[in-house]
Protein backbone atom coordinates (compact mmCIF):
# COMPACT_ATOMS: atom_id res chain seq x y z
CA UNK A 1 0.00 0.00 0.00
CA UNK A 2 1.08 3.47 -0.82
CA UNK A 3 1.11 5.83 1.91
CA UNK A 4 3.16 8.33 3.75
CA UNK A 5 3.93 8.61 7.26
CA UNK A 6 4.66 11.41 9.85
CA UNK A 7 6.48 11.16 13.00
CA UNK A 8 8.13 12.86 15.64
CA UNK A 9 5.36 14.74 16.88
CA UNK A 10 5.77 14.89 20.56
CA UNK A 11 4.70 18.06 23.51
CA UNK A 12 7.16 21.31 23.68
CA UNK A 13 7.03 24.24 26.02
CA UNK A 14 6.07 27.41 23.66
CA UNK A 15 10.06 28.83 22.53
CA UNK A 16 10.82 25.22 21.48
CA UNK A 17 11.85 23.43 18.52
CA UNK A 18 10.72 20.28 17.00
CA UNK A 19 11.65 18.49 13.75
CA UNK A 20 8.89 16.27 12.27
CA UNK A 21 9.51 13.81 9.44
CA UNK A 22 7.80 12.50 6.42
CA UNK A 23 8.38 9.11 5.12
CA UNK A 24 7.01 7.18 2.02
CA UNK A 25 5.93 3.79 2.14
CA UNK A 26 6.12 1.89 -1.25
CA UNK A 27 7.58 4.39 -3.40
CA UNK A 28 10.31 6.76 -3.80
CA UNK A 29 10.01 10.37 -2.51
CA UNK A 30 12.37 11.76 -5.19
CA UNK A 31 9.39 12.35 -7.52
CA UNK A 32 7.21 14.19 -5.79
CA UNK A 33 6.50 17.53 -4.40
CA UNK A 34 5.77 17.35 -0.74
CA UNK A 35 3.94 19.59 1.41
CA UNK A 36 3.02 20.09 5.03
CA UNK A 37 -0.51 20.45 6.66
CA UNK A 38 -1.89 21.24 10.09
CA UNK A 39 -5.44 20.39 11.63
CA UNK A 40 -5.92 22.42 14.56
CA UNK A 41 -9.75 20.72 17.25
CA UNK A 42 -12.46 22.35 15.46
CA UNK A 43 -10.40 24.10 12.66
CA UNK A 44 -10.07 23.48 9.35
CA UNK A 45 -6.92 21.84 7.46
CA UNK A 46 -4.32 24.80 6.59
CA UNK A 47 -1.28 24.63 4.69
CA UNK A 48 2.06 25.10 6.48
CA UNK A 49 4.62 24.80 4.09
CA UNK A 50 5.42 22.76 0.54
CA UNK A 51 8.47 22.03 -1.40
CA UNK A 52 9.50 21.25 -4.77
CA UNK A 53 10.81 17.54 -5.61
CA UNK A 54 14.51 18.85 -5.95
CA UNK A 55 14.35 20.82 -2.58
CA UNK A 56 15.32 24.03 -5.04
CA UNK A 57 11.77 26.03 -4.25
CA UNK A 58 9.91 26.47 -1.03
CA UNK A 59 6.51 28.04 -0.26
CA UNK A 60 5.53 29.07 3.82
CA UNK A 61 2.31 30.23 5.19
CA UNK A 62 2.79 33.46 6.54
CA UNK A 63 1.90 32.41 10.46
CA UNK A 64 5.19 29.77 10.09
CA UNK A 65 7.02 32.28 8.09
CA UNK A 66 10.53 32.97 9.46
CA UNK A 67 9.96 30.02 12.29
CA UNK A 68 9.08 27.16 10.15
CA UNK A 69 11.94 25.39 7.52
CA UNK A 70 10.99 22.46 5.35
CA UNK A 71 13.46 20.58 3.86
CA UNK A 72 13.96 17.24 2.54
CA UNK A 73 16.81 14.59 1.79
CA UNK A 74 15.92 12.34 -0.93
CA UNK A 75 18.87 9.45 -0.42
CA UNK A 76 17.06 9.10 2.77
CA UNK A 77 13.74 9.35 1.06
CA UNK A 78 12.31 12.08 3.64
CA UNK A 79 10.95 15.51 4.30
CA UNK A 80 11.35 17.42 6.97
CA UNK A 81 9.76 20.32 9.06
CA UNK A 82 12.06 21.79 11.42
CA UNK A 83 9.55 23.58 13.71
CA UNK A 84 11.11 26.99 15.41
CA UNK A 85 9.94 29.30 18.11
CA UNK A 86 6.98 27.34 18.67
CA UNK A 87 3.58 29.05 19.65
CA UNK A 88 0.70 27.55 21.75
CA UNK A 89 -1.30 28.59 18.41
CA UNK A 90 1.10 26.18 16.65
CA UNK A 91 -0.45 22.91 18.63
CA UNK A 92 -2.48 20.42 15.68
CA UNK A 93 -2.33 17.39 14.22
CA UNK A 94 0.45 17.86 11.05
CA UNK A 95 0.43 16.08 7.80
CA UNK A 96 2.32 15.57 5.23
CA UNK A 97 1.01 14.74 1.42
CA UNK A 98 3.32 13.97 -2.03
CA UNK A 99 2.11 15.29 -5.13
CA UNK A 100 3.39 13.61 -8.81
CA UNK A 101 1.88 15.80 -10.92
CA UNK A 102 4.79 18.45 -10.81
CA UNK A 103 8.23 18.92 -9.87
CA UNK A 104 6.62 22.29 -8.03
CA UNK A 105 3.33 22.11 -6.41
CA UNK A 106 1.34 23.61 -3.65
CA UNK A 107 -2.18 23.54 -3.64
CA UNK A 108 -4.44 20.96 -1.62
CA UNK A 109 -4.72 18.27 -4.24
CA UNK A 110 -2.06 15.41 -3.35
CA UNK A 111 -1.55 12.10 -4.41
CA UNK A 112 -1.07 10.61 -0.97
CA UNK A 113 -1.55 11.55 2.46
CA UNK A 114 -0.15 10.40 6.57
CA UNK A 115 -2.09 9.62 8.81
CA UNK A 116 -0.68 12.70 10.86
CA UNK A 117 1.57 13.57 14.16
CA UNK A 118 0.61 15.14 17.25
CA UNK A 119 2.74 18.90 18.10
CA UNK A 120 1.26 20.18 21.14
CA UNK A 121 3.25 22.82 22.38
CA UNK A 122 2.20 23.81 26.06
CA UNK A 123 3.36 24.87 29.26
Known amino acids: QLQLKESGGNLVHPGGSLMISCTPSGFPLEYYAIGWFRQAPGKEREGVACISSDGLTTHYADPVKGRFTISRDNARNTAYLQMDSLKSGDTAVYFC????????????????WGQGTQVTVSS
Open 97 to 112: GAAAKADWYCGFDYDY
